[in-house]
Each structure stands twice: as C-alpha cells, then as structure tokens.
C-alpha cells in the first residue's frame, strides 16, 4: 500500500470511527437547538429553513443562525457518508457484505460487544463468514469508502499522469496541478 493509500485509509477508517459519536451529537444539537428554538419563534428549525429558503433568505448573523449553518453542515457531511455506503452496498460486487460489516462495525445505533458478535451477526446472514473474512471485508469496506468519499485513483494511471506531467513541463504548465492529484 503506498503513503497516500495508507493516508485514505486511515482518515476513512478515523472518520468512520466517529460516526456513531456524529451523529449522536448532531441528534442532541438538533433537539437542545429545536426545543430552543421553538420557545423562541414557535417553528422547528426545519419549518423555519424551509420557509427562509423558499423565500430566499440568507439567515441572520446570530448564534442561533450559527448553530443551524452548524447542524446543516454536518447533516450535509453525514449524507454524503450515507451516499458512500448505499453506493458501495448496491453497486460493488461484495456490496452487501461490506455494508454489513460497516454497519455493525461503525454505522449502527448501538456498538456491538466485539469482533466475535458481529461475525456471529454476519454468520447468521452470509454462509461461511468467519473472523478473517470479517477483517478483509472491513478493510476491504475501507478502502472502497475512501475512494468513494476521496477520489478513486488507481496504480495503473500514474504512468499516464507522468506522461501529463512531462507534457505540461514543456508548455510550461503549472507543476502545482499535477502534484496536487498524486
């Protein structure tokens, strides 16, 4: 695995990490921000964006309006995560193992008790699914949602991105752009 690869994968697995404990603190940030909110002006924060953005107005400058750019933001970042998956379960070809291990790795409501109980889950569902299935499925599952959520980017393209990079050399093209995509 080269140093970028490992870099994916290591920020992706972080990022998948946090997940449970994201959307948790959203979860309590949108209800402490809606019960707020509510005594404030008597609409839920999604009556109110709903009603600004149809309207076509930009929110005030204000803590509430913080918090809410705040919780839209990370809403945001969650569905793309969301996306990744429900991408890497319908479309890759070990889609809904991967999916599986995810879930009950990082995804789901509540952590399990450990390796053994989430490849017992998996047993249930997947014939012959043991423990060292369940660890290239996980880092299997981490790779492809890094280059799903990073940029998908193969060995097999660097000798065509030298190529481009030689080419922009001699017409005197930026060398910023190429170092930028490796």
Same mark, same amino acid.
């Given at each position: 695995?080269?140093?970028?690869?490992?870099?994916?994968?290591?920020?992706?697995?972080?990022?998948l990490e946090h997940y449970r404990n994201v959307v948790w603190s959203l979860e309590v940030s949108v209800f402490q921000t809606n019960v707020n909110f509510q005594a404030e002006?008597?609409?839920?924060?999604?009556?109110?964006?709903?009603?600004?953005?149809?309207?076509?107005?930009?929110l005030p400058a204000s803590d509430v309006a913080a918090r809410i750019r705040s919780i839209n933001k990370s809403r945001n970042m969650l569905r793309i995560i969301d996306g990744a998956v429900a991408l890497l379960r319908e479309k890759y070809?070990?889609? %809904?193992?991967?999916?599986?291990?995810?879930?009950? /790795? &990082?995804?789901?409501?509540?952590e399990f008790g450990g390796v053994d109980e989430i490849v017992e889950k998996l047993s %249930?569902?997947?014939?012959?699914?043991?423990?060292? /299935? &369940?660890?290239?499925?996980?880092?299997?599952?981490?790779?492809?949602?890094?280059?799903?959520?990073?940029?998908f980017r193969t060995s097999c393209c660097d000798p065509a991105l030298e190529l481009l990079y030689a080419e922009q050399l001699i017409f005197g093209?930026?060398?910023?752009?190429?170092?930028s995509h490796r």
């Amino acid at each position: 695995m080269k140093k970028d690869d490992k870099v994916i994968f290591h920020n992706t697995r972080l990022l998948l990490e946090h997940y449970r404990n994201v959307v948790w603190s959203l979860e309590v940030s949108v209800f402490q921000t809606n019960v707020n909110f509510q005594a404030e002006f008597g609409n839920t924060i999604e009556e109110f964006l709903e009603l600004s953005y149809e309207a076509g107005l930009d929110l005030p400058a204000s803590d509430v309006a913080a918090r809410i750019r705040s919780i839209n933001k990370s809403r945001n970042m969650l569905r793309i995560i969301d996306g990744a998956v429900a991408l890497l379960r319908e479309k890759y070809r070990n889609g %809904e193992e991967c999916y599986w291990v995810l879930y009950y /790795t &990082y995804l789901s409501s509540q952590e399990f008790g450990g390796v053994d109980e989430i490849v017992e889950k998996l047993s %249930e569902m997947f014939r012959d699914f043991s423990r060292s /299935t &369940y660890y290239r499925r996980k880092n299997e599952s981490i790779r492809r949602m890094g280059d799903l959520l990073w940029g998908f980017r193969t060995s097999c393209c660097d000798p065509a991105l030298e190529l481009l990079y030689a080419e922009q050399l001699i017409f005197g093209r930026c060398e910023d752009d190429f170092k930028s995509h490796r």
